[in-house]
């Protein structure tokens, strides 16, 4: 079946300091992949995708390449602020199990000033 | 900002209360979701429809009871619901089935 590993957390960052939350798949066909960040007390926002191999989603300074290779999909920022504390889900959808998308088990992040 | 809305934001019930949660969507989409998410954890997946028909049940409890009046609408009723049901309830709706994922700001349940 699919599957998606993320990083464990937390994460604690000062300001301005260089982001990587690794996240890599297993899955049937092609699938697309996202990363979803989900602030304190909302619901989750998608924040990037990216829908084939190569593909570079970004986003609010946010950048995940979709390697397939390394069946690897790394969020990375280069200088990140308090504001973006947040959980940040990593995730794929194949269209084989159509609806059914899989989640990795969240990554947390908190930025210090 | 989310074009997927949640109401209410906020929902205390007792065991015995019957309540809904409701859902609404502008976009055209024809795939609704309803998932449960408890702290620190993914989203779990509990119903999908797909152009106003249930096409996933993920072996959710009785007690819990999804309708889809129309291509905009998902409601959640909610019957005797345990403590343990008490969470973060996420809709989501997306163009189509296996397409990008749009969720809305979730309903916090709290069951006594």
């Known amino acids: 079946g699919n599957s998606v590993t993320q990083m464990e957390g937390p994460v604690t960052l000062s300001e301005e300091a260089f982001l990587t939350i690794n996240c890599t798949y297993t899955?049937?066909?092609?699938?697309?992949l996202f990363w979803y960040v989900q602030y304190p007390g909302e619901g989750l926002q998608l924040l990037l995708k990216?829908?084939?191999?190569?593909d570079k989603g970004s986003n609010k300074g946010f950048e995940a390449t979709y390697r397939k290779e390394t069946t690897s999909f790394h969020l990375e920022k280069g200088s990140v602020q308090v504001s973006d504390s947040a959980v940040y889900f990593c995730?794929?959808?194949?269209?084989?199990?159509?609806?059914?998308?899989?989640f990795g088990d969240g990554t947390t992040l908190t930025v210090k000033p | 900002d989310t074009e997927v809305t949640q109401t209410p934001k906020h929902l205390v019930m007792g065991m015995t209360n019957k309540k809904s949660l409701k859902c609404e969507q502008h976009?055209?989409?024809?795939?609704m979701y309803w998932y449960k998410q408890k702290a620190k954890k993914p989203p779990e997946l509990m119903f999908v429809?797909?152009?106003?028909?249930?096409?996933i049940n993920e072996s959710v409890p009785s007690r819990f009871s999804p309708e889809c009046p129309n291509s905009s609408l998902l409601n959640l009723h909610l019957h005797a619901l345990q403590p343990e049901d008490s969470a973060l309830y996420l809709c989501?709706?997306?163009?189509?089935?296996?397409?990008?994922?749009?969720f809305g700001e979730g309903s916090w349940l709290t069951v006594v």
């Open positions: 989501a709706s997306s163009q189509d089935l296996g397409n990008t994922i749009y």
């Open positions: 899955a049937t066909g092609y699938p697309s």
């Open positions: 990216a829908t084939k191999a190569d």
């Open positions: 995730a794929l959808s194949d269209g084989t199990n159509a609806g059914k998308s899989t």
């Open positions: 976009m055209g989409h024809r795939a």
């Open positions: 429809y797909s152009y106003e028909k249930l096409s």
